[in-house]
Structure formats: C-alpha cells, structure tokens
C-alpha cells in the first residue's frame, strides 16, 4: 500500500482492489477489532487512500456476510456505479462492477447564449415600429400578447448576435489528493498540496484560505463594465371586456 502511495508523484491514479479478507473492519466507521486490520486502516489514513465498498462482498449460510473485497482509490471521485452482481460458479464472494474515471479532455460547451452587449439597438427600434393598432385589431388578450412577443422574438433574433462565455471548455481539476480525507480519529480534515507536500489545515485561517481557494476557482468572471443602458419604457394600458391596447416605447 505504501509502495503504491509512493507513486503519486508519478501517476495522478491509483486503484488497488482485489479480496483483502479483513471481515472485523467496519468500513462504516473506519475501526477494527485486531491489530492486523488496524494497521490497514492507518496506512489508508497516512496515504491519503479512501475504500469505498460498503456493502457485504462474502455471504454464506450461517455466517454473518462480511465486507472482504475492497476498492481502494486516492479520490473517490473517478469511481461511479459500483454493482454488486451474483458471484461466479462456486464462488461465495460477489461481483464488483464499476466505472473507473480515467482521464478527461477538455471539451467545448455548447451553451451559446444572447450578446445584448453587442446588439443593434437602433435596427431593433426600427423593426419594433409598428402601428400596434392595426396589428393587434380584432384580436383577444391572448392573441395580442403572442402578436406583440413574436415581433420582439424576431427582432431579437434578427439583431442579437450570439455568443460563448470566454471560460467555454469545462475544467475538471484532477487533484492528487483529494481536498477532505478522514483521519485517523473518524474527523474530516481539509488538505492542501504545497511544493508536492500534503498539509493540513489546522487553524480557522488555513482552513478558509483552503476553501477560498477552491471555490474561487470554479467562478465565472463577467466584465461588468460598458453594460447597456436603455431608458425607462412608457407601458400604459387600457383594458375593458373587448380589447386591450398597448404602447411600447423603445428609445
């Protein structure tokens, strides 16, 4: 397990599984009844290395099932979907079957959305100048609403361009460690990676300087700068039991 560890440096992946035959452990809490599966647990701990098996892998007749294969892994995050299927031939051990998350490419989002930042004010103006009277005679509220939002939709369309954030490609951090490993005593412990080495974040501030920087990473940045400014529209309208009129003023 250490020989294994030692090759983070090397490898951004480790996967170790296979029948480990601890049954006294109880993965639910990470503690064991002998000293042979307590050391198991501690060299997990000291490597920074997650099981993640819970469920019984070994069920006979009249025995208590037990926990015995194991999957061990440095981040619980490229393992997915792990089934426990019916053992093979003779055997009384289950099946494991699970995805292992290699390596990700980086790929292009698809999401395009409308540049207002960029869009012709002064043709949508000109597109959106109707006589509001003629188009919406002899038409009901609803009528008149879908009249009025398809020449709206259609200007829009006509004269905003579209386009992709600048951060287009989804950033999938593939850590080394992962940020939040469990200690020896069952606690949560925040990680960080300084220089190739492992420390822990004891005190408030190192705890928050943790978490700023993690989050802080997946954030969009907008320019918020230079935004459009369009005047106060005039909408009055007048209702009765036939007919409804509105005005749209775009200036």
């Known amino acids: 397990m250490n020989k294994a560890s030692n090759l983070g440096h090397k490898y951004t992946h480790i996967l170790i599984n ?5 049954p006294d452990i109880d993965w639910e809490n990470w503690n064991a009844k002998n000293e042979i599966s307590t050391e198991l647990i501690e060299c997990l701990n000291e490597n920074f290395l997650q099981q993640i098996v819970v469920n019984p892998t070994r069920i006979r007749i009249k025995q208590e099932p037990s926990i015995l294969d194991l999957i061990i892994v440095n981040d619980v995050n490229n393992i997915a979907n792990i089934e426990y299927l019916d053992p093979l031939g003779a055997s009384d051990h289950c099946v494991l079957k699970f995805d292992y998350m290699c390596y990700f490419k980086y790929t292009e989002c698809a999401i395009e959305r409308l540049n207002y930042y960029n869009a012709d004010y002064d043709a949508m103006r000109h597109d959106l100048n109707i006589d ?14 879908k009249a009025f939002m398809d020449k ?14 600048k ?3 989804v950033i999938i951090h593939l850590a080394k460690r992962p940020l939040v490993v469990k200690s020896k005593s069952g606690e949560l412990e925040l990680h960080r990676t300084e220089n190739n080495t492992v420390k822990v974040a004891s005190s408030d501030s190192d705890k928050a300087e943790v978490l700023a920087d993690f989050f802080s990473s997946v ?8 935004m459009p400014v369009m005047d106060h529209a005039d909408h009055s309208q007048q209702s009765s039991d ?10």
């Open 18 to 22: 296979g029948d480990f035959n601890f």
């Open 132 to 145: 509001c009277e003629k188009e919406l005679e002899h038409k009901n509220t609803n009528d008149m609403l």
């Open 152 to 165: 709206l939709n259609q200007a829009v369309s006509k004269h905003v361009p579209k386009s992709r954030p």
């Open 167 to 169: 951060n287009s490609k």
């Open 219 to 226: 954030f969009t940045y907008e320019n918020d700068k230079n």
């Open 242 to 251: 036939r007919e409804v009129s509105i005005r749209v003023q775009i200036t």
